[in-house]
């Protein structure tokens, strides 16, 4: 089966800086089967027309007239369940010892770690395309060199490894919007007023009797019930036990894209 993968990096200029507290250098990669590449694209470029949104769209971009954009996207990361895997690795900067275990080369250990997120989700009798945002390296060899070590690690899979210019790549640029929620999410000082404004809506909408109740099978067949609120287009995602006796909350929010909010109604009524 042939796979494709879109990396990308933040935080790699922490390594050896030797700052105390708590700084990270995370590397996210986003994992898809190669023929659904063209639909993604499709769907992401649908989605910029519908909000207007052109150039590129990294998590640096993020802006209130943007953020309904970047809500429809990782709704539709999600939507695709185990068609679109997304891996990253957090890496304590303070902590990576580049001369005691890298040859006193900062560049060389990234590329080490960048291997590790690779290797261990590359299965045997695959071919796998990896893209890496294009970057200036003190080495020009490193991308050539992170590909013999992959290929040589896993002889009954075909890796190649391929920098691209991430301007000009949507997916790469969803990965980058991945890779920084996730040290978002690690900000303990950061206070989402959105989400929390809406915090109470959950246990409303779970006990509204005239709530629309979707239900829906995701690629690995586990069930999923939505709960909508016409009045506020307010949707809460459970997951539910097989005896759909118990369920286990998974997401809640503002259904702003009239698209998604077509999408969702098209799910067979929860009965």
């Known amino acids: ?56 769209f990294k998590w640096k971009r993020v802006s209130p007239s943007r953020v309904n954009f970047f809500l429809d996207l990782v709704r539709f990361f999600f939507e695709q369940g185990d068609e679109m895997r997304f891996r990253v690795i957090v890496l304590r ?17 990234f590329y ?17 395309r990896v893209f890496v945002d294009t970057k200036t390296n003190r080495l020009h060899s490193r991308i050539q060199t992170l590909e013999k070590c992959l290929r040589h690690a896993n002889l009954s899979s075909l890796v190649q490894v391929q920098a691209l210019p991430s301007h000009e790549v949507d997916l790469l640029q969803l990965v980058d919007v991945l890779t920084e929620a996730v040290r978002g999410s690690g900000t303990k000082d950061r ?41 506020e287009d307010y949707a809460v995602v459970t997951e539910v036990e097989r005896n759909e006796r118990r369920a286990q909350f998974v997401t809640a929010y503002v259904v702003n894209s009239a698209v998604a909010l077509g999408k969702m109604r098209n799910n067979p009524r929860w009965r």
Not at 100 to 108: G, V, Y
Request: charged share 30%.
């Open 1 to 56: 089966m042939d796979f494709e993968v879109y990396c990308d990096e933040s935080g790699q200029e922490l390594f050896g800086k030797g700052e105390s507290g708590e700084h990270f250098v995370l590397i996210g990669s986003l994992w898809v089967r190669a023929e659904n590449r063209l639909a993604y694209k499709e769907y992401i470029k649908q989605l910029r027309r519908e909000h207007k949104v052109g150039g590129e």
């Open 191 to 231: 206070f989402d007023l959105v989400r929390a404004e809406h915090m109470d809506w959950i246990s409303a909408v779970l006990c509204d009797g005239t709530a629309e109740l979707y239900r829906r099978f995701m690629p690995n067949r586990k069930l999923r019930r939505i709960a909508l609120v016409s009045s």
């Open 93 to 109: 900067a303070d902590e990576m010892d580049a001369v005691r275990f890298h040859e006193s080369d900062n560049e060389l250990m």
């Open 112 to 128: 080490k770690f960048y291997y590790q997120v690779l290797h261990h989700w590359i299965l045997d009798f695959n071919r796998y």
